[in-house]
């Protein structure tokens, strides 16, 4: 009894990266073993897809609202180039997902019951869809996960609320702090989830569904990896007309690899701070764009919503033209920006995005799972993008500006 306490204990105390895994490898052995067993756990993945289903509308909303209310007037002209480059830099992501997607589709496994969803016609169903669940009862929205109208009412309040008293802003602030600490709870019970969907997908499908696990990994992690060695390189090149290179390996040594195992951008800012001082660029500059960056600059987790949606788009057969691909990119842009400070954000955002096609939240919530599973590997290599980014794009901004200074 003592041994297996200690044992628990023990897993109990390791990093949520690991637990995850453990539940992944316990689901498989289980339902391997005793597939009818496996069965009879379902409802641990149920429960813990329901409860993404009820925190995640309530946190988008408030999260969005307090970040614009709270929200300070820039007094740096020289963040301009930054912000920028923050913006190009998640819309390119979103994009090379779409084009990756396209070239190596992915499709999931998932319970789709009896649902009556049909597909979208093109980009003008699609904006005309869009725009009613624009004007949605922001009540109803919520309870509905209708994010299109969360999105919209979230803005709205955000911004009216910008001329209210300090302590009003304070006081969303502080609701949405709540809200985060109830999710992150959430997401500390995903080995648990893991652990019964996948014993419960394998019981049901075999290995089938491992497969379309690792190809959704490699489309994630290949589009991750052309963000880092190519496009931003090449963006890096646009604005300080050099080999980018040695910049970009850098900055993914001293702060993509710290950024890969603690797996949170705002734990990584004071990594990037030493390294800007390091590399002896602008105090006044860095000190406000590092923060900003792990707020809004967020190219991988707009690749994670991109190829995710997709993944689910090919699993019901709908078909996704050229215009409704862009239109997706830029949702997912502007959705990736509410990612910041969440564990797992970007994967809580997949259902705004999935309602541009009709998407229920009961199957986009099962993508969100999903993300979960594979997270292991995808959410330290989304961290890891995204804050290297952060000095990538300061330091391309100085040393732009220090050229023009010089000439």
Not at 166 to 183: C, Q, R
Request: with cysteine; aromatic share 6%; glycine share 8%.
């Amino acid at each position: 009894m003592n041994l297996s306490s200690t044992l628990l204990a023990r897993i109990a105390n390791t990093s949520l990266v690991l637990q995850i895994f453990i539940g992944i490898v316990a689901g498989i052995l289980l339902a391997v073993i005793a597939p009818d067993w496996a069965m009879n756990i379902a409802f641990l993945g149920s429960l813990f897809v329901g409860a993404l289903k009820a925190i995640a509308p309530i946190l988008v909303f408030l999260l969005v609202a307090a970040s614009i209310a709270n929200q300070k007037k820039n007094t740096q002209t020289n963040l301009r180039p930054i912000i920028v480059l923050y913006l190009v830099g998640t819309l390119c992501a979103a994009l090379a997902a779409v084009s990756v997607s396209f070239l190596f589709p992915s499709t999931l496994i998932l319970q789709t019951g009896d649902q009556t969803m049909t597909p979208p016609q093109g980009i003008g169903e699609v904006l005309h869809t869009l725009l009613f669940k624009m004007v949605d009862n922001p009540v109803n929205a919520l309870s509905s996960g209708n994010y299109i109208g969360i999105l919209v009412w979230a803005l709205g309040l955000g911004l009216t609320l910008k001329h209210a008293s300090d302590a009003t802003k304070k006081v969303f602030w502080d609701m949405s702090h709540g809200v985060s600490v109830m999710v992150r709870f959430v997401i500390h019970l995903a080995p648990i989830g893991v652990f019964g969907l996948v014993a419960v997908s394998i019981a049901e499908t075999g290995f089938a569904v491992m497969h379309s696990y690792v190809h959704l990994l490699m489309v994630l992690l290949g589009t991750m990896l052309f963000m880092a060695l190519v496009v931003n390189p090449l963006l890096v090149f646009i604005k300080i007309r050099r080999n980018p290179y040695p910049l970009v390996l850098t900055c993914l040594r001293e702060s993509g690899v710290t950024a890969f195992f603690t797996r949170s951008s705002a734990a990584n800012i004071p990594v990037n701070m030493a390294l800007c001082e390091r590399m002896k660029l602008h105090e006044d500059t860095y000190s406000v764009s590092i923060p900003l960056g792990a707020t809004i600059n967020m190219g991988g987790a707009a690749i994670t919503i991109t190829v995710l949606t997709l993944a689910a788009v090919n699993t019901l057969g709908y078909s996704v033209d050229m215009p409704t691909a862009l239109l997706l990119s830029l949702v997912a842009s502007v959705s990736a920006c509410g990612a910041s400070g969440v564990a797992g954000g970007s994967l809580l955002l997949i259902p705004l995005a999935c309602s541009l096609f009709g998407i229920g939240n009961d199957v986009a919530m099962q993508v969100v799972a999903v993300g979960m599973i594979i997270g292991v590997l995808q959410d330290s290599t989304e961290t890891a993008l995204n804050s290297s980014t952060d000095v990538v794009f300061t330091a391309a901004a100085c040393l732009a500006e220090e050229r023009k200074q010089g000439q």
